[in-house]
């Protein structure tokens, strides 16, 4: 053990008297710490989104609204006739589109499933997964606050209404971004790179100087 702490005593002066060593080992790995957090993002925002309303009702101008509204889909452009839809994902010009087919409001009226086409590019696998699930989770809250404003429009209240009701809630990351869980994992791989880079550089400096 007095060798191997001589060893380790050797090898922290050579760090302290060697400064462009020192800035290796203690300044670069946290640049490519805040470099590759920010930079390696698994986060999807502001997807570009094309909006085709074919039954021009108010309930169709809410539920587009309330995808613009969110932070998820950013509504750009608005399509005239489904023929677009295929130039759209050809041109690359958006990610999502969304159709909004006809009697959409008076199903909704009704108190029945409205029906809305949502296409997704899938050329990126990650985005298409994501935009999958948001547009399913905003489509049922939406959904849900309009059965909500139905019932209470009809003079009951949605409270006392039997049913299940769910409250979910995540911990720690609750808008899931991916910094969360990426940040330390990369820590790690970071000191495992600075460590074989130290073990190189202290075995070819000890063949330049002849104690190898």
Do not use: C
């Not at 295929?86 to 499933?113: A, W």
């Not at 209240?157 to 910094?179: D, H, I, K, M, V």
């Not at 460590?195 to 000890?206: C, D, G, K, Y």
Request: hydrophobic share 40%; glycine share 8%.
């Amino acid at each position: 053990m007095r060798r191997i702490f001589a060893i380790a005593r050797k090898e922290f002066l050579h760090i302290i008297r060697d400064r462009r060593l020192l800035g290796v080992i203690l300044i670069m790995p946290l640049i490519q710490l805040f470099l590759y957090s920010y930079a390696l993002s698994f986060d999807v925002k502001h997807l570009p989104t094309a909006a085709l309303d074919m039954d021009h009702s108010a309930q169709s101008r809410q539920y587009i609204n309330a995808l613009e509204q969110s932070n998820y889909f950013k509504v750009d452009r608005v399509l005239n006739n489904y023929s677009e839809v295929e130039g759209v994902f050809l041109n690359n010009s958006e990610d999502v589109v969304v159709v909004v087919s006809n009697g959409f409001g008076r199903t909704i009226s009704g108190g029945q499933p409205g029906p809305i086409q949502m296409l997704i590019d899938g050329s990126d696998a990650n985005s298409a997964q994501l935009a999958q699930t948001y547009g399913t989770a905003l489509s049922r809250v939406w959904g849900a606050q309009t059965t909500i404003q139905q019932v209470e429009a009809k003079g009951f209240n949605a409270a006392n209404q039997a049913g299940l009701s769910s409250n979910l809630r995540t911990w720690y990351n609750p808008e899931g971004q991916s910094a969360a869980y990426f940040v330390p994992g990369l820590i790690v791989v970071l000191v495992t790179m600075i460590t074989v880079i130290q073990t190189a550089n202290t075995l070819v400096r000890e063949k330049e100087n002849g104690t190898y």
